[in-house]
């Protein structure tokens, strides 16, 4: 298995021992050697022949995946590299390493919290700096499942609209971040054929994805790095002002601001979306939906604040 990665996210000459392939049609061909710098000729080449993309083997992500989040740094402040490029690459080794810690066990995310803030702290900077972020991360090649691409969705929109709405610390919004990245990780433990189901889910099976947050909350409570407001953002992402959400059924009063806004930033990157059972709906039509379809589960004012800033 091959994933695809970004030519404009490699740096010459600092590229790691990992094998590089192109695709032609359905195969992938060697391109590069694994104990073979990759130069600034290689990039220059391949950019001047309309390749964009390169693919490496799967199970050399992990070390691809940490290669560019190191180099991230020097990326993002390359003024020669253009800013949607730059918020794609940013955006692209976020998902990569959702993928990578969603798909080991739980200890994963205790030893590599560091990679995690550092993530975080680059998408705040990009949040506080831009004002295409709805877009870009709508832009993003969707050669990743849908949870992946979601999580890194919620946690950008969710930190935008804290920066909207809220007041805060950077250290708060470094806890919004953390926790609204990691709200869906409870479903590792929902069975993937319920998650991907293209028909309706029937009431039992909808009972079981329904335990998610508590799944995910009790994991990641359990290695004790997470603060109560990033837990409290796992549990109660879909608890609704009308006590109609789960799993705890809170009402309004009861339900802290980071979630109602997190709830918020999670419905909107799921409707707007292409899913195994439909595909993307318009900014407009999942707006509609939710003022209309969903009335009563959202805070109106955190809600008609979205709506203001998406216009």
Same mark, same amino acid.
């Given at each position: 298995?091959?994933?695809?990665?970004?030519?404009?996210?490699?740096?010459?000459?600092?590229?790691?021992?990992?094998?590089?392939?192109?695709?032609?049609?359905?195969?992938?061909?060697?391109?590069?050697?694994?104990?073979?710098?990759?130069?600034?000729?290689?990039?220059?080449?391949?950019?001047?022949?309309?390749?964009?993309?390169?693919?490496?083997?799967?199970?050399?992500?992990?070390?691809?995946?940490?290669?560019?989040?190191?180099?991230?740094?020097?990326?993002?402040?390359?003024?020669?590299?253009?800013?949607? /490029? @730059?918020?794609?690459?940013? +955006?692209?080794? $976020?998902?990569?390493?959702?993928? *990578? #810690? !969603?798909?080991?066990? =739980?200890?994963?995310?205790?030893?590599?919290?560091?990679?995690?803030?550092?993530?975080?702290?680059?998408?705040?900077?990009?949040?506080?700096?831009?004002?295409?972020?709805?877009?870009?991360?709508?832009?993003?090649?969707?050669?990743?499942?849908?949870?992946?691409?979601?999580?890194?969705?919620?946690?950008?929109?969710?930190?935008?609209?804290?920066?909207?709405?809220?007041?805060?610390?950077?250290?708060?919004?470094?806890?919004?971040?953390?926790?609204?990245?990691?709200?869906?990780?409870?479903?590792?433990?929902?069975?993937?054929?319920?998650?991907?189901?293209?028909?309706?889910?029937?009431?039992?099976?909808?009972?079981? /994805? @329904?335990?998610?947050?508590? +799944?995910?909350? $009790?994991?990641?409570?359990?290695? *004790? #790095? !997470?603060?109560?407001? =990033?837990?409290?953002?796992?549990?109660?992402?879909?608890?609704?002002?009308?006590?109609?959400?789960?799993?705890?059924?809170?009402?309004?009063?009861?339900?802290?601001?980071?979630?109602?806004?997190?709830?918020?930033?999670?419905?909107?990157?799921?409707?707007?979306?292409?899913?195994?059972?439909?595909?993307?709906?318009?900014?407009?039509?999942?707006?509609?939906?939710?003022?209309?379809?969903?009335?009563?589960?959202?805070?109106?004012?955190?809600?008609?604040?979205?709506?203001?800033?998406?216009?």
């Amino acid at each position: 298995m091959y994933r695809m990665i970004q030519l404009e996210s490699l740096v010459p000459e600092t590229l790691p021992g990992v094998a590089l392939f192109i695709k032609h049609g359905d195969n992938h061909v060697l391109y590069k050697n694994p104990n073979l710098s990759f130069t600034q000729n290689d990039k220059e080449r391949l950019l001047d022949n309309n390749v964009n993309q390169l693919f490496i083997k799967a199970a050399e992500m992990s070390t691809y995946n940490q290669y560019v989040e190191a180099n991230l740094p020097i990326l993002l402040s390359d003024d020669d590299i253009e800013p949607i /490029v @730059k918020q794609n690459m940013l +955006y692209q080794a $976020s998902i990569n390493y959702v993928q *990578e #810690i !969603f798909d080991s066990p =739980a200890i994963a995310i205790k030893q590599n919290v560091e990679r995690c803030r550092n993530l975080i702290s680059l998408i705040l900077n990009d949040v506080m700096n831009s004002d295409g972020v709805i877009n870009a991360l709508s832009s993003l090649v969707d050669h990743n499942t849908y949870t992946y691409v979601h999580s890194v969705q919620v946690a950008a929109y969710s930190i935008a609209l804290h920066v909207k709405m809220l007041e805060l610390s950077r250290d708060e919004l470094m806890d919004v971040g953390i926790g609204s990245l990691f709200h869906d990780y409870g479903k590792v433990y929902v069975p993937k054929e319920l998650l991907d189901k293209p028909g309706k889910l029937t009431a039992s099976e909808f009972m079981e /994805v @329904k335990k998610h947050p508590v +799944y995910g909350y $009790s994991t990641l409570k359990d290695l *004790e #790095i !997470f603060t109560p407001v =990033a837990l409290g953002i796992v549990k109660h992402h879909h608890e609704k002002e009308n006590g109609n959400g789960y799993p705890d059924g809170l009402f309004s009063y009861d339900i802290a601001r980071s979630s109602k806004i997190t709830a918020i930033a999670d419905v909107f990157s799921a409707l707007t979306t292409t899913r195994s059972y439909r595909n993307a709906l318009s900014k407009e039509s999942a707006l509609e939906i939710m003022y209309g379809e969903m009335e009563g589960s959202f805070d109106m004012q955190y809600l008609d604040t979205f709506r203001e800033s998406l216009n």
